[in-house]
């Protein structure tokens, strides 16, 4: 065997994945292609207190600076400029604050792979108009110059070429690392003595696309069996006001974000329902795994999330529609859409499959 390529991943917190979906894909890779690659990924020191040198076969470096919000224009800025010293190929996960430096390569002969995501990141409705524009913008940039764009979903890959007439490839995300946990022969039961009954679950940034204040209008009147709905709460006014107002109520259970992935899974493999009320995402991280624990999904109808599960969810517009849809779902219906949704993962959403399409890329080169 020749000589592994240098492969640095910038853009994200870092791994282990303990934030996001970026940290998730770019932890699976190092898990399934170090053994063909000689991978580099640069870490988030705050979020790392540990700094741990290696990962599965896989280099880290830390930076002390936050890898989100302002600051993250920068995180991303001096990850990328040491990469560019010492790199074979990058691979930068969402140019949204920092795709302005991408034409860098040029002076080091690199490649750069750049995965934009999955929805026009310009278009949320948290950002403000000159959020929007430098959004936008970075993408634009990032798209010229990229060597390879990748988009998760086939909306995505017309949206790149339709506003910055760039090529790309759809690569999706993988979601088999979640694992179906019984309450029968588990000690979190205890903790979540829900698990023992029939429940909804939805798990969701506390952002107004995530849409987290229509499930709860339709739980509202909905009775038959009670809401988890999992959320950091306290990010935002739109998270604090929604549970203020719901925390009491007798069919919801708000529980704050649940960083321990034993726990999220028991919480949500064992509910008679899935709920994903994101409007703006291309193919979601928390859909995938959800379909990957053979939950039944009641999904927000918008485009990306009929791709995503191939049209056979069960889907809701608003709060009215949400409530008839659950109101009307018998168990012969959920039964079926477990299975249906389990096989789609199976066939699509795998890490080994994903990893693979990446490994096909790096090598294009």
Sequence with gaps: MGKKLKVHIVGTHGVPAKYGGFETLADF????????????????ANKYPEKQKTYYGAQLKYLKLDASGFKGIFYDLFTYVQALFTSDVILYLSPVGSGYMTPLKKLFGKRVIVNHGGLNEWEREKLSPFQKRWAKFNHRVAAKFADVNVADNNLYQDSLKEN??????VVRYGGDHVSKISPLNSNLTEKYPFAAEKYAV???????????HIVLQAFEKFSKYKIVLVSNWNVSKYGEELKKKYKDHPNMILLDAIYDKQELDFVRGNAHVY???HSRCGTAPSLVEAMNLGNAIVSFD????????QEKALFFQDSDSLFSLLKNLNDTTIEENKKLMKEIASNNYTWKYIANQYHDIINSF
């Design 29 to 44: 890779l190092c898990q399934n292609l170090s053994d063909q690659f000689d991978f580099t990924v640069y870490c988030n």
């Design 302 to 309: 918008v485009p990306t999330n009929r791709e995503t599960t």
């Design 202 to 212: 939805s798990v969701s940034r506390a952002q107004i696309d995530t849409n987290i």
């Design 275 to 277: 709920i994903h009320s």
């Design 164 to 169: 910055f007439n760039a090529e790309s490839v």
